[in-house]
């Protein structure tokens, strides 16, 4: 079933503007268009649309995701050669240590901001 982008807006919690952006610079491209012009999504488009969007907090750039999605297109494709494939899986293993370490400093950060709630916590209910 094809969904318009606002129906897809809704489900990825994403804007239009960034689901215009994205399509624009060609990192997610609806599936079709209906004859008035409109975006048409299929189910598809939504997973790459939410795999991309796992992305962001992360802080990858638009050429990362798109590095990674089409990594991604050559592990998937059948008929892709296996240097292609190859290469692909190798360059999603430095992608997945990549993720690991900035996951690992976000966690770092989300730690620094928990012990100054808690300072500030401990400071408003001082007397």
Avoid: C, N
Wanted: aromatic content about 4%.
């Amino acid at each position: 079933m094809a969904m318009h982008i606002g129906e897809v807006a809704a489900r990825t919690d994403l804007s239009l503007r960034s689901l215009r952006h994205w399509e624009d610079v060609g990192l997610v491209v609806p599936s079709g268009r209906s004859e008035g012009g409109f975006r048409l999504y299929a189910e598809e488009d939504v997973e790459r649309i939410l795999f991309v969007r796992r992305m962001k907090p992360l802080g990858f750039t638009l050429d990362e995701m798109k590095a990674v999605m089409a990594d991604l297109a050559a592990l998937r494709d059948p008929g892709a050669g296996a240097d292609d494939r190859a290469r692909a899986g190798e360059h999603l293993a430095d992608v997945q240590r990549d993720a690991a370490e900035r996951r690992a400093r976000l966690e770092r950060q989300l730690a620094m901001a928990d012990e100054f709630l808690g300072l500030l916590a401990t400071e408003l209910d001082a007397p």
